[in-house]
C-alpha cells in the first residue's frame, strides 16, 4: 500500500475528512491535500503526523526492534498549538469577531472565535422553512475554567467544519446575518431606541407645532400701472315714447 492510499485508509477508518485532520492537527485547511499531491509522495514527518491525528502510529519495524516516528519535535508541536487561529469569516459589523460554519451528525452551527473561546449558535429550520439561529450558546470561561475551555474545544475539533459550497454554509450565512442585524437582543435594542428616537421627535414636532400662532402668509403688494386710454363714455339707443301734449 503506497503512503497515499495509507493516508485515505486512516482518514477513512478515523471518519475523518481531510480538513477535520487538518483541524485536528491544529494545520490549515488544505494541508492533507496539498501533502497528497506533493511529487514523490508524502514525507515521513507529514506522514506521522497525519497517523497521530487519525489514531496511529508510524513505526519502522525490524531486526528485532520497533522504532516510533514522531511527527514534529515537542517544542515544534507545542507552538503549534499554542497559535491562536482565527475564523475565516468576520462577524457582520464586527470585525474582530470571527466565525465559521460547522456541523456534527445532527445539527448546524456557527462557531464564533471557534479555536480561542467558542460560542454555539445552533442554526436550523422553522416552521416556515427559513433558516434562523435558534438558541446562542455562551460560555465564561474566565468562570467556568480551563477544563470547561479545553473540553468545548475538543468538540470543536470534533465538529466538521464546511467549505464554501458545502450543504449548509449559505444557509448559515443568511441565519447569522438577520441574527445579528435583525433578532440579536443586542439589534432588537437598537431597534427599540430608534422607534422611541422617533415617536419624541414626533412628539416634539406636533407640540411646537400646536402652539405656534397661525400667520397668514403676505403677499408681496400689486403695482397697478395707469391705464393708457381716454376716458370711457356710455352710448347706445334711447327711445322715449310719447309726443307733444
Not at 517544542?75 to 464586527?94: I, V, W
Not at 427559513?130 to 474545544?153: F, M, N, P, T
Not at 449559505?170 to 430608534?194: F, G, N, Q, T, W
Request: aromatic content about 8%.
Amino acid at each position: 500500500m503506497d503512503t497515499n492510499s495509507c493516508v485515505h485508509h486512516m482518514l477513512d477508518k478515523a471518519g475523518l475528512s481531510p480538513n477535520a485532520a487538518c483541524q485536528s492537527m491544529g494545520r490549515a485547511n488544505g494541508y492533507v491535500d496539498q501533502s497528497l499531491k506533493r511529487k514523490g509522495g508524502i514525507g515521513a514527518p507529514a506522514l506521522a503526523e497525519i497517523a497521530q491525528a487519525c489514531g496511529y502510529k508510524l513505526q519502522l519495524a525490524g531486526r528485532g526492534e520497533t522504532l516510533n516516528i514522531d511527527p514534529a519535535n515537542k517544542s515544534e508541536a507545542e507552538n503549534t498549538q499554542k497559535t491562536p487561529r482565527k475564523g475565516r469569516m468576520s462577524l457582520f459589523g464586527n470585525g474582530s469577531v470571527t466565525w465559521d460554519v460547522f456541523a456534527d451528525d445532527s445539527e448546524l452551527f456557527a462557531v464564533t472565535d471557534p479555536y480561542e473561546f467558542p460560542a454555539f449558535y445552533h442554526i436550523g429550520q422553522r416552521e416556515d422553512g427559513s433558516w434562523h439561529v435558534l438558541s446562542v450558546e455562551e460560555h465564561d470561561y474566565a468562570k467556568e475554567g480551563e477544563g470547561e475551555l479545553e473540553r468545548q474545544l475538543a468538540r470543536v475539533r470534533g465538529m466538521r467544519r464546511l467549505d464554501v459550497g458545502d450543504k449548509g454554509v449559505s444557509e448559515a450565512i443568511r441565519a447569522m446575518d438577520l441574527y445579528v442585524s435583525c433578532e440579536s437582543p443586542e439589534a432588537r435594542a437598537k431597534a427599540e431606541k430608534r422607534w422611541q428616537e422617533v415617536q419624541e421627535n414626533v412628539a416634539r414636532e406636533l407640540a411646537e407645532a400646536k402652539g405656534a400662532r397661525y400667520k397668514k402668509p403676505e403677499r408681496p403688494p400689486v403695482e397697478r400701472k395707469p391705464s393708457k386710454k381716454g376716458p370711457k363714455f356710455f352710448t347706445g339707443l334711447f327711445i322715449t315714447f310719447g309726443g307733444d301734449k
